[in-house]
């Protein structure tokens, strides 16, 4: 019997699923971070390769009865960076005498709309630091939209609702703002309590900026005006992401799972977003993802086995 390994490369761990060629999952493991642009190639092959043998030590199996190995990895965005990953993989386990047939790495988005909708056409939406939109179609054309980062992207963030929320507390700090809930939060949780503090933490010890942007949403829980302010045009943002891909897929209705901290769980952001989607978009319905981004590997990786 012959198997499918689908692999979730994240940047905190790796999520790894092995199934029957009938895509069955039969068992699944976890390992550290495959973030392979910050941690290198060597790093993260040898932590893919440990989770390919926890496999073959489960089910008693050889490499040879691996049919394929598919990665989504974080950074793998661009085919140039995963055509990389390919390689020195291929070649780090050359060094050591293993053969894997059929390794192949695409974009942690990729295999996360490939699980959340069991290979249908569908949208997912992922803002947790960072923020962008990816879409298939019935005929597995892929649609992207936003994801230009931090500098001149990452619209409705955590990254953003944390930059916007700061801003307000600066212009707060010196009267050129007005009083915001936001400037007792950052002295409370961060001791942060002048404009000193704040220039020292960001520029000198390279504060975290996302981490603000939960209190940004507490504040706006409790009614702040300017927390307020950016969370609803934060959310506006990512409902422009929403209309713009609607034009590129065409279905009665759209569905869309959301993924990432920010809005897949249960927060006033991600309850206030859900209800501007209602009262905004009756075409468009947001669902649960049917299955993890490692089994979303696992159908790419049987599809390229089909030919499909």
Request: with cysteine.
């Amino acid at each position: 019997m012959n198997y499918i390994i689908g692999i979730d490369g994240g940047g905190t761990k790796t999520h790894c699923v092995l199934a029957a060629r009938d895509k069955s999952p039969v068992f699944e493991c976890y390992g550290g971070p495959a973030n392979f642009l910050m941690l290198g190639t060597e790093t993260v092959s040898a932590t893919l390769l440990e989770l390919v043998q926890q496999c073959l030590d489960a089910q008693k199996i050889g490499f040879h009865q691996i049919d394929a190995v598919l990665l989504g990895a974080t950074g793998a965005g661009r085919r140039s960076d995963a055509e990389t990953l390919e390689r020195d993989f291929l070649s780090f386990i050359q060094q050591k005498n293993i053969r894997i047939r059929n390794f192949s790495v695409e974009s942690d988005a990729r295999i996360a709309l490939e699980g959340a909708f069991s290979g249908r056409e569908g949208c997912i939406l992922i803002a947790g630091t960072g923020s962008i939109l990816f879409g298939k179609d019935n005929k597995d054309r892929i649609y992207r939209v936003g994801g230009f980062g931090r500098f001149i992207g990452d619209e409705g963030s955590g990254y953003m609702l944390g930059k916007r929320g700061l801003m307000a507390a600066a212009k707060n700090f010196d009267g050129r703002g007005p009083d915001t809930l936001l400037l007792n939060l950052l002295s409370q949780e961060f001791k942060i309590s002048s404009p000193e503090d704040l220039i020292t933490r960001i520029y000198r010890e390279n504060f975290d900026i996302a981490s603000f942007a939960p209190l940004v949403i507490k504040a706006a829980e409790q009614g702040d005006h300017q927390a307020l302010k950016i969370v609803e045009e934060e959310i506006d943002e990512l409902i422009l992401h929403i209309k713009a891909i609607r034009k590129k897929i065409i279905v009665a209705t759209l569905h869309v799972s959301f993924i990432g901290g920010l809005i897949a769980n249960d927060t006033f952001y991600s309850r206030t977003f859900r209800e501007k989607i209602t009262k905004t978009m009756a075409d468009v319905r947001v669902i649960d993802a049917e299955n993890s981004p490692a089994y979303g590997a696992v159908l790419m990786a049987a599809k390229k086995l089909s030919g499909n």
